[in-house]
């Protein structure tokens, strides 16, 4: 029998199921065949479920034209990635300092070898070759400004206070716990930049990717599962904005919320959300995350914890 072109059913096997293709089978030379198209996941715990609700949305390049499904995250999605962001927190809070930024360093060598890729996608999101090349270059460069810091915000943050009295007196910050980020549309460097200030200084998070341009999200999220990073530090989802965003703010297990990339006119029902259990709120800044990263988005998701101990 011939092999069957790629119009021709594949015949049954006398069970019913349809025959194997042999080794040799396949669409004859020249002709066309199906691509296999990939559906974008969330990431969730370190792992890459599909969503609950089984929705996906269609992600089109700057021109119009088909790219990918991205899944379309639901309610419970949502609850899901709080939860295991709250398992993950006295893990990787307790980690020492030096070695967080070790793991984020190992991210910034990853996010380098998968530098075509990232230009790929900020280039079907719009951007020119030379621009796509120069931000993803720019996210490389901030990730390893921020994994530099782990180990000396402490210092710089903290402090020995001059006090009255036989006692030292010392104030450090701590992570706040599970911070809700709703990312800018800057699908990479605008992401990089809200994201990595706060696990470097050891919160988890939740963070609702650019839902034009989620592709550079999920990529980044596969870099981060094959990374030192323990599953449920960091958890992305895709999906409409105005669906997620009041769930996270409302959300009680959820410590504070990072509006970057909120329209400054939808920013205040969020924050009123938020204040149900006294969330701590960095509220939209503009286009401030594009220009030279500062200590202040790191310090943002901090408390400062004072110890008085007795001299001798």
Known sequence: MSNP?????????????????????GPRSGAPRLAVRKTYKLFIAGAFPRSESGRSYVVNDAKGAFLAY?????RKDARDAVTAARKAFAGWAGRAAYNRGQILY?????????????????????LAKTAAAGEVEAAIDR??????????LTTVAGSANPIS???????????????????????????????APVIVTGNTCVVIASEPAPLPAITLAEVLATSDLPGGVVNILTGHRE???????????VNALDLAGTPTDQAGPLQEAAAGNLK??????????????ATTRMTAFLETKTVWHPIG
């Open 243 to 253: 669906e997620l965003a009041p769930i996270l703010a409302s959300h009680m297990d």
């Open 280 to 293: 701590r709120v960095l509220p939209p800044t503009g286009d401030e995350w594009t220009t030279d990263p």
């Open 106 to 126: 190992r991210i910034a060598e990853m996010l380098e070898g998968r530098r075509a890729q990232f230009i790929d996608e900020l280039r079907a999101a719009g």
């Open 165 to 195: 009295g036989p006692f030292f007196n010392v104030s450090t910050p701590e992570p706040t716990g599970v911070v809700a980020v709703i990312a800018p549309d800057s699908p990479l460097l605008g992401l990089v930049s809200v994201l």
């Open 70 to 74: 991205a899944a379309h995250a639901s």
């Open 143 to 152: 990730w390893v400004w921020y994994a530099g810091w782990a180990d000396k």
């Open 5 to 25: 072109t790629p119009n021709t059913p594949v015949p049954d096997s006398p069970s019913g199921s349809p025959m194997p293709a042999s080794p040799r089978s």
